[in-house]
């Protein structure tokens, strides 16, 4: 299956869109050995940079695109299709596609990777005036 911006903005639930990019991984499992080199020169090319950008203005800097999930660490720009070594190699443009990719945090990025879903955002709560008086 591939994953699409469009078919994720579909959904509007935050476990939605989770469920929808999990991947279902295995934490120490390998993903590119000792050619991990090779995906780190691509995350730090001026054409990853130029796309990264792209897609956190676009997604307002939101975890998964959903507005009030503001990410306030580090934005993590994630490939909604794993990449593989022959992708790097062959600098395919699916990886620079905007239509495959979404922003994450860091926690979000784990738990999408390897199904750690106590490392998500707990729900937004909707505040209503005199909720935090102790004695109602």
């Known amino acids: 299956m591939i994953r699409t911006y469009r078919e994720l903005r579909k959904i509007k639930t935050f476990k939605g869109r989770y469920d929808y990019l ?7 499992e390998s993903t590119f050995g000792r050619d991990r080199y090779l995906n780190q020169v691509l995350y730090h090319s001026a054409a990853w ?6 897609v956190i203005i676009r997604d307002d800097g939101c975890d998964l695109g ?3 999930y503001d990410i306030v660490n580090q934005i993590v720009v994630h490939h909604m299709n794993p990449i593989t070594m022959e992708m790097i190699e062959h600098q395919d443009p699916m990886m620079f596609d905007p239509a495959y ?3 994450t945090s860091h926690n979000t990025h784990m738990a999408i990777h390897y199904g750690d879903e106590s490392l998500l955002p707990k729900p937004l709560v909707v505040r209503r005036p005199g909720d935090t008086v102790p004695w109602r």
């Not at 999990?22 to 120490?28: D, E, F, Q, S, Y």
Request: glycine share 16%.
């Open 22 to 28: 999990r991947l279902r991984g295995v934490v120490g």
């Open 49 to 54: 940079q130029s796309v990264r950008d792209q």
């Open 66 to 68: 959903i507005p009030g």
């Open 101 to 103: 990719l979404i922003c």
